[in-house]
């Protein structure tokens, strides 16, 4: 199980593997089991944006444990957390702002031991 971090400009938190891109991270999620999810809205300009995987996500339900939306794009992230809402998938935990420094610290303790890899 591995935790997938979405941004093109952030540098990617410690236990988490980066997507770079709404493909990249549309790719991770068909081929791995991901736990926790942070998406980013703007991924570059004339680029498909977080709102694009958030569909993506919700055609072939392909779902994380948790999904936290970190985008400083306040239009953005109202417009993904609302399609995350609105499809209602099953045992996904939704959160509209960044993860909490709980979450970065679990993610970071699994890494360094091994586990999730």
């Given at each position: 199980m591995i935790n997938v971090y979405l941004d093109d400009v952030r540098p990617c938190p410690k236990g988490f593997v980066?997507?770079?891109?709404a493909e990249e991270c549309l790719l991770l999620l068909a081929e791995y089991e991901v736990n926790v999810l942070?998406?980013?809205?703007?991924?570059?300009?004339?680029?498909?944006n977080g709102?694009?995987?958030v569909?993506?996500?919700i055609a072939?339900?392909?779902y994380p444990a948790s999904v936290y939306v970190h985008s400083s794009s306040m239009m953005g992230r109202a417009q993904m957390v609302h399609a995350l809402r609105q499809a209602q998938p099953p045992g996904v935990?939704?959160?509209d702002g960044?993860?909490?420094?709980?979450?970065l610290e679990a993610a970071?303790?699994?890494d360094a031991s091994g586990w999730g890899n």
């Open positions: 980066a997507a770079r891109s942070s998406l980013d809205f703007e991924l570059g300009i004339g680029l498909p709102l694009a995987v569909h993506g996500m072939a339900a392909t935990d939704i959160h960044p993860m909490p420094a709980d979450v970071a303790r699994a």
